[in-house]
């Protein structure tokens, strides 16, 4: 299945696209005064205000991020570093229009560069061009980490379009090298997915995560619903049903 058809049904079953389809149903149904029509209404603006306020979705995003922990360094070793894409910042304007990384890929860089410092292992960069574009994720990721960073970066793998693949042509890509144990860099929300595929791929992962969700304090503004806190709950339930589909596909294959 392509990037673009797997993420239009993505569209369909995250916020707020879902939500607004209930709500407009919801309407429609008020019209021809039908008894579920009301309850429906409710729903959906409960969901909203639910799936907008800070209090609960990072909460969710707590829930995902407590199934790793920050990597303990003079502990845990590895003899690589693989670090996921984390999309693209398209025709930079500021960058003679460019392709360049996207916030959350940069900060996936960031931590790596620190880890490559204090480890010295060598760097996998993956990501490839799920939209199209001329500069794969994974070679502006080099670019990044070598131009800016200057760390340098051994493999670049950029023919994949989603983990399932960065995990699997990594594998094909580090295997040849007689590498196994990598340092996973991702998010920390992601990490759970991304390393249940890495290891199902045939890698032996310490996982590196970053980015975790913190807060400096709770207070009123927790529960006064914002737009990245609507972004936050399509990453959050995104990265459930991603977890289920990969459980999903296990079970039919290995069935």
């Not at 913190?214 to 009123?220: D, E, F, K, N, V």
Request: hydrophobic share 45%; proline share 5%; aromatic share 12%.
């Amino acid at each position: 299945m392509s990037w673009f058809v797997t993420n239009l049904i993505a569209a369909f079953l995250l916020p707020p696209l879902n939500l607004l389809l209930a709500l407009a149903l919801g309407i429609f149904l008020l019209q021809l005064r039908h008894k579920l029509a009301k309850p429906l209404i409710l729903s959906a603006f409960c969901l909203l205000w639910i799936a907008s306020t800070p209090y609960f979705t990072e909460g969710a995003l707590h829930w995902l991020e407590a199934h790793t922990s920050p990597l303990d360094i003079p502990h845990q070793n590895a003899d690589a570093i693989v670090i996921l894409g984390g999309g693209t910042y398209f025709h930079a304007p500021e960058y003679e229009g460019q392709d360049t990384i996207s916030d959350a890929a940069l900060m996936r860089l960031r931590y790596g560069a620190k880890l490559q410092r204090e480890t010295g292992k060598p760097v996998l960069v993956t990501g490839g061009k799920p939209l199209g574009n001329n500069t794969s994720e994974a070679q502006q990721m080099k670019s990044v980490l070598e131009q800016d960073f200057r760390i340098p970066v051994r493999w670049t793998e950029d023919t994949s379009d989603n983990t399932f693949e960065n995990a699997r042509y990594s594998y094909q890509m580090l295997q040849a090298q007689g590498i196994r144990k990598i340092y996973l860099v991702t998010h920390a929300w992601h990490m759970k997915r991304s390393a249940e595929i890495f290891r199902r791929a045939g890698f032996d992962v310490v996982e590196a995560p970053t980015a975790f969700s913190t807060r400096y304090q709770i207070s009123l503004l927790a529960f006064l619903p914002d737009a990245k806190s609507l972004h936050d709950s399509k990453i959050f339930i995104h990265e459930t049903i991603g977890l289920l589909w990969y459980r999903v596909k296990l079970a039919i294959f290995t069935g």
